[in-house]
């Protein structure tokens, strides 16, 4: 059978598409990027948000229009909505919770004998050490090291989606990440809903420190990211070990979503604005060339004009070079959604588009310091329509941040690390020209054709 999968969301849910790709293709079936050419088309949904599931609720329907013979929803949005899902959505063949995304082949096969399977498994059992396709470039890759939170922030319905908060042993995660290496990746990013709890619930102690020390061992690994880390526990261990590993780059992705003390307590969020303040200065002072990511909620039930305006000083005090800026949005089953002093959509929306004003200052005035510096760079390909290659620095995480354009007089492939001359940024973005960096390149894909010069 001929299977197209569509993975919507966040990079711990592509994760769980890639198993499901490894899964089926061991069982047998081709796979297709183009669910034009599919008999099956599976949609691994995101449902943190209402509008989350609205884009899996439109790219069903889309697909339903195409008619591939069956359509099977997986993941946070069945798990969400699984008492209706199936009667509301009469174009799904079957549908696979977020503890069950090992049954897909089993899945698959019974809606091709028009059958509705429904599937929800223990959102709690261990997480599946499953094999899988990687569905980003062959030279990076999300390491998922844990599953599920144990936070249970007042705004997020993730714990009832995804479960408690479960460690993968470390042994099976080096052997995934030397595997990886071996295979090609180059970059590692490590995800899960809380990266800093690692560890906690089999060892008994948080050992973030201790499992980036041996990834850093891999040989092949050139550089380790850090995504998702709990504020409260960016410990001066672990600030220590970043600082101290060349390979780990100097990367912090810190969702503070706020920083006015009685929004946090209202949130149910860990830590007050003392221990970010705190927090920033150790790894500013350990770290000078640290750059600081952060995700951000505006319009939380009860923020005031003043505890917006804290906010906005606290950005440009302490400030973070990339931020997602997001406006609050009631969830039902969420603690948030019932609380009094909700604030309207156009204050919301003002307030975001301040943020964001904020934002692009910082990183404009970031990206300026290295105006006639030198920047390691990683290739991700050639952009022929405007003449140059582009890739990314340490500086830029896969995806949510901004892009390196350079041109070189020698081929360079994807994949390749190079250093860059800084000559110009615009709108976030970089631009300079290529030199050689010795003993950093691999092979990679992309093949462009000679530049002009």
């Known amino acids: 059978m001929r299977v197209a999968l569509i993975s919507l969301g966040c990079s711990k849910n592509l994760v769980n598409s890639e198993q499901m790709l490894w899964l089926l293709r061991e069982a047998g079936h081709e796979l297709t990027d183009d669910p034009m050419l599919a008999d099956t088309a599976i949609v691994n949904t995101c449902g943190f948000l209402e509008s989350a599931c609205t884009e899996a609720i439109e790219q069903i329907l889309e697909l339903g229009e195409m008619k591939p013979k069956t359509i099977i929803a997986a993941g946070c949005m069945p798990e969400r909505h699984k008492y209706n899902i199936m009667k509301e959505l009469p174009e799904i063949d079957g549908v696979i919770g977020c503890g069950s995304f090992d049954e897909i082949v089993s899945v698959l096969e019974q809606a091709a004998n028009g059958e509705k399977p429904e599937r929800f498994g223990d959102i709690d059992a261990p997480v599946s050490e499953t094999p899988r396709i990687l569905g980003t470039p062959h030279y990076t890759a999300y390491l998922k090291i844990a599953e599920g939170c144990d936070n249970n922030c007042a705004y997020c319905v993730i714990p009832s989606l995804r479960g408690t908060f479960r460690s993968r042993s470390m042994d099976n995660i080096l052997k995934e990440a030397k595997s990886l290496a071996e295979n090609g990746v180059r970059e590692l990013t490590l995800v899960a809903q809380d990266t800093t709890r690692y560890g906690f619930d089999l060892y008994g102690k948080r050992v973030l420190p201790e499992l980036i020390d041996k990834l850093c061992e891999i040989d092949n690994i050139h550089w380790l990211r850090l995504h998702y880390l709990y504020p409260a526990d960016v410990t001066p261990e672990l600030i220590d070990t970043v600082a101290r590993q060349p390979k780990c780059v100097p990367y912090f992705d810190i969702p503070i979503q706020h920083c006015s003390d009685k929004l946090l307590k209202n949130m149910g969020r860990r830590g007050n604005k003392y221990n970010l303040l705190h927090m920033v200065k150790n790894i500013r002072e350990k770290i000078p060339n640290a750059v600081l990511r952060t995700s951000l909620i505006v319009g939380l039930p009860g923020e005031t004009d003043e505890d917006f305006e804290e906010l906005c000083d606290f950005l440009r005090l302490t400030k973070w070079e990339r931020a997602g800026v997001f406006e609050y ?74 892009k390196v354009f350079f041109t070189s007089k020698e081929k360079i492939n994807a994949g390749d690390f190079i250093s860059i001359k800084v000559m110009e940024t615009v709108d976030g973005d970089m631009f300079g020209e290529a030199g050689a960096l010795p003993g950093a390149a691999t092979p990679g894909s992309a093949e462009p054709p000679p530049l002009k010069r």
């Open 329 to 402: 949005s009631p969830e039902e089953g969420s603690c948030a959604a019932e609380m009094p002093d909700q604030v309207d959509g156009e204050a919301k929306s003002r307030r975001r588009e301040i943020i964001e004003d904020i934002r692009r200052e910082i990183i404009d005035n970031f990206n300026e310091k290295y105006i006639g510096e030198t920047l390691e760079v990683l290739c991700e390909g050639y952009d022929r329509a405007a003449g140059c290659y582009y890739g990314r620095s340490c500086f830029d995480a896969p995806e949510v941040d901004g």
